[in-house]
T-cell receptor
Framework: GAGVSQTPSNKVTEKGKYVELRCDPI?????LYWYRQSLGQGPEFLIY????????DSGLPNDRFFAVRPEGSVSTLKIQRTERGDSAVYLC???????????FGPGTRLLVL | AQSVTQLGSHVSVSEGALVLLRCNYS??????LFWYVQYPNQGLQLLLK??????LVKGINGFEAEFKKSETSFHLTKPSAHMSDAAEYFC????????????FGDGTTLTVKP
């Protein structure tokens, strides 16, 4: 089957705007993860889901960031009132179960002007 | 709390030489440890992982890593570098009580010279 897909692959927005980033996990994977990767750094954990519920959202930087996974499959990361510092590559990964191998998508490159 | 330190942001080796990429971790619970590789314009790919079984872990593409608890290290090695190994490598740690939350190092860029 297909791997993890993320849309859009690139997003340019203006400071203060709202953006949504989508992640389609591998079919049948119950766990889904969001990371943010800034230039020259490793991925930074944001949140992960077990099924529909957020099991750990301790990495979300502030209340402008929110993620949902209403049916336990596709997930959307939502960023309100974007700031230039939000510019990064947002990575999504999924795994069959938590603690099993995470498969990463290609990422969404977000640029906030 | 957990953290990862990758020593050396850039490593350069000659083709056929030993590859050694260093990773030290800290974790308040028994760790799970991972090495990922990222080729240019591609997603992260798991090379190998340690989850409390054998301390010497073999991965894909001839890479292996050894978990040393006393040194809190999980260094990645490959006996003979190939040009295709040129990429960025990330070490990551999670705890066995919250395996879904991984903390990554800042990465090491490996260059292989002909």
């Amino acid at each position: 089957g297909a791997g993890v897909s993320q849309t859009p692959s690139n997003k340019v927005t203006e400071k203060g705007k709202y953006v949504e980033l989508r992640c389609d996990p591998i079919s049948g994977h119950t766990a889904l993860y969001w990371y943010r990767q800034s230039l020259g750094q490793g991925p930074e954990f944001l949140i992960y889901f077990q099924g529909t519920g957020a099991a750990d959202d301790s990495g979300l930087p502030n209340d402008r960031f929110f993620a949902v996974r209403p049916e336990g499959s596709v997930s959307t990361l939502k960023i309100q009132r974007t700031e230039r510092g939000d510019s990064a590559v947002y990575l999504c990964a999924s795994s069959f179960l938590v603690s099993e191998t995470q498969y990463f998508g290609p990422g969404t490159r977000l640029l906030v002007l | 709390a957990q953290s990862v330190t990758q020593l050396g942001s850039h490593v350069s080796v000659s083709e056929g030489a030993l590859v050694l990429l260093r990773c030290n971790y800290s974790s308040s619970v028994p760790p799970y440890l991972f090495w990922y590789v990222q080729y240019p314009n591609q997603g992260l790919q798991l090379l190998l992982k340690y989850t409390s079984a054998a301390t010497l872990v073999k991965g894909i593409n001839g890479f292996e890593a050894e978990f040393k608890k006393s040194e809190t290290s999980f260094h990645l090695t490959k006996p003979s570098a190939h040009m295709s190994d040129a990429a960025e490598y990330f070490c990551a740690v999670s705890g066995n009580t919250n395996a879904g939350k991984s903390t990554f190092g800042d990465g090491t860029t490996l260059t292989v010279k002909p």
